[in-house]
């Protein structure tokens, strides 16, 4: 089954290369510029479209099947995305307006808006902070292993 999948995707990875360089080839031969033919642009962004949604799927698809045929991989996922819910949660309560009125008007935004914002710069930090946290304690671990 996982050498299938696997020349499936070669296979499919080659037909939109091949796709996307034929179209490069013609975009280029007719000059490169503003008088390519628009229906040479369609088919090359239809070819972006379809790489595009492909990658999509198999991007909401693999990590499900992957939790279905592993599922002790599939609690330490769920127990980070809570952590990463609670975090969020934590970051909403600590953020707030600071701006007055005039200076919400001034930068067209509204109260709410602000505090979306803070709440996502603070949990920006925090995740930025446990980044370096698990950097250092990586490095320092390894050292005495």
């Known amino acids: 089954?996982?050498?299938?999948?696997?020349?499936?995707?070669?296979?499919?990875?080659?037909?939109?290369?091949?796709?996307?360089?034929?179209?490069q080839?013609?975009?280029?031969?007719?000059?490169?510029?503003?008088?390519?033919?628009?229906?040479?642009?369609n088919g090359y962004f239809y070819?972006?479209?379809?790489?595009?949604?492909?990658?999509?799927l198999l991007a909401l698809v693999f990590p499900i099947i992957n939790m279905l045929t592993n599922p002790k991989g599939a609690i330490r996922t769920f127990i980070g995305i809570?952590?990463?819910?609670v975090l969020w949660f934590v970051s909403s309560a600590f953020a707030g307006n600071s701006y007055s009125p005039e200076q919400l008007e001034l930068m067209k935004i509204d109260a709410q808006t602000s505090a979306m914002v803070g709440t996502g710069l603070i949990y920006t930090y925090i995740m930025f902070g446990l980044a370096v946290v698990s950097i250092i304690y990586a490095g320092v671990s390894s050292f005495f292993k």
């Open 1 to 23: 089954m996982d050498n299938i999948v696997k020349k499936v995707f070669y296979i499919v990875s080659l037909l939109l290369i091949i796709a996307a360089t034929a179209y």
């Open 25 to 41: 080839v013609v975009v280029l031969y007719q000059g490169g510029g503003d008088d390519v033919d628009p229906g040479i642009l």
């Open 47 to 56: 070819v972006t479209y379809i790489a595009f949604g492909l990658s999509v």
């Open 82 to 85: 809570g952590i990463a819910v």
